[in-house]
């Protein structure tokens, strides 16, 4: 058995929709779903403690979990259901759950959120924090579109969303379109010449991918423009965007991108960021 895929809750209805989410995912991998719910505790002289059972906040918090566990079993029977109230920070809590995950996924935009505002501050908070794939839920479940879309840029050295794109994919039966943005003076005479050029790096670079998996259909898309709206105007059209986390500015602690961090805004459908892994053997 794997990893369990974590759901993160706070009784909005995007926590539900990412609860949704999450079961169907794990139906598909074969791995448990666990759904988590932090809350503060209660600090005198300056140590935290556990809630007591008949504490309000408390039962509200097992409610939530409750109901969460509800619609994910009568969503998906296949699937082995957990829940747990946890105690602290919220995303620092969840960022240490991801260790011991094979997904977290969290609504968009949690109760403490601003109207209009797309991405909330916990889903910022983990996503290119946390090692592994994050996935952020925009919204209830959209009809099956039968895609998946991956962002590409063949300059970096390791690619884990290509990894995390084509086992969704191949776990849907879902087509892959991996997407690869680049621009450049509109004036020069030599566009088509690039365009090929970069369609057949892109190529070069995805061999290794399609290779294990035969079974993927898989569609690349050469776009000269800005990544940010290629990847959402694809994200109309698709389940699931996948991205990378690597940040190229000069600030280190940047780890989520300016490409992952427009995606996240802006997508029309559930956005995973996939930052790599640290190997320990």
Same mark, same amino acid.
Not at 13 to 19: H, M, N, Q, S
Not at 151 to 174: C, K, M, S, T
């Given at each position: 058995?794997?990893?369990?895929?974590?759901?993160?809750?706070?009784?909005?209805?995007?926590?539900?929709?990412a609860?949704?989410?999450?079961?169907?995912?794990?139906?598909?991998?074969?791995?448990?779903?666990?759904?988590?719910?932090?809350?503060?505790?209660?600090?005198?002289?300056?140590?935290?403690?556990?809630?007591?059972?008949?504490?309000? $906040?408390?039962?509200? &918090?097992? =409610?939530?979990?409750?109901e969460? +566990?509800?619609l994910?079993?009568? @969503? #998906?029977? /296949?699937?082995h259901?957990?829940?747990?109230?946890?105690?602290?920070?919220?995303?620092?809590?969840l960022?240490?759950?991801?260790?011991?995950?094979?997904?977290?996924?969290?609504?968009?935009?949690?109760?403490?959120?601003?109207?209009?505002?797309?991405?909330?501050?916990?889903?910022?908070?983990l996503?290119?924090?946390?090692?592994?794939?994050?996935?952020?839920?925009?919204?209830?479940?959209?009809?099956v579109?039968?895609?998946?879309?991956?962002?590409?840029?063949?300059?970096d050295?390791?690619h884990?969303?290509?990894?995390?794109?084509?086992?969704? $994919?191949?776990?849907? &039966?879902? =087509?892959?379109?991996?997407?690869? +943005?680049?621009?450049?003076?509109? @004036? #020069?005479? /030599?566009?088509?010449?690039?365009?090929?050029?970069?369609?057949?790096?892109?190529?070069?670079?995805?061999?290794?991918?399609?290779?294990?998996?035969?079974?993927?259909?898989?569609?690349?898309?050469?776009?000269r423009?800005?990544p940010?709206?290629?990847?959402?105007?694809?994200?109309?059209?698709?389940?699931?965007?996948?991205?990378?986390?690597?940040?190229?500015?000069?600030?280190?602690?940047?780890?989520?991108?300016?490409?992952?961090?427009?995606?996240?805004?802006?997508?029309?459908?559930?956005?995973?960021?996939?930052?790599?892994?640290?190997?320990?053997?």
């Amino acid at each position: 058995m794997s990893e369990p895929i974590i759901a993160g809750v706070d009784g909005s209805r995007a926590a539900l929709a990412a609860v949704l989410w999450a079961a169907d995912v794990a139906a598909r991998r074969a791995c448990d779903l666990r759904i988590i719910h932090v809350m503060a505790p209660p600090v005198h002289g300056g140590k935290p403690y556990e809630r007591p059972l008949d504490d309000a $906040a408390r039962e509200e &918090g097992e =409610r939530m979990l409750a109901e969460a +566990a509800a619609l994910a079993t009568e @969503s #998906r029977k /296949d699937v082995h259901v957990s829940s747990e109230l946890l105690y602290g920070h919220t995303t620092e809590i969840l960022r240490a759950q991801a260790v011991e995950a094979e997904a977290i996924v969290v609504g968009s935009r949690g109760l403490d959120g601003f109207p209009g505002l797309l991405l909330g501050s916990v889903g910022l908070g983990l996503a290119g924090h946390v090692a592994g794939p994050v996935v952020v839920v925009h919204g209830a479940p959209a009809i099956v579109q039968g895609e998946i879309v991956a962002g590409l840029n063949p300059d970096d050295a390791v690619h884990p969303a290509l990894d995390y794109a084509f086992e969704e $994919a191949q776990a849907r &039966g879902a =087509r892959l379109r991996v997407v690869h +943005a680049w621009d450049m003076p509109s @004036s #020069r005479p /030599d566009q088509e010449i690039i365009t090929q050029a970069q369609q057949e790096r892109a190529r070069s670079v995805l061999a290794p991918w399609t290779n294990r998996h035969p079974r993927v259909e898989v569609t690349v898309s050469v776009v000269r423009g800005n990544p940010v709206a290629a990847l959402c105007e694809a994200s109309a059209r698709a389940d699931l965007v996948v991205v990378g986390s690597r940040g190229r500015g000069v600030i280190r602690s940047a780890v989520l991108g300016s490409v992952s961090h427009g995606v996240l805004h802006y997508a029309s459908c559930p956005v995973a960021v996939v930052r790599p892994r640290i190997r320990t053997d």
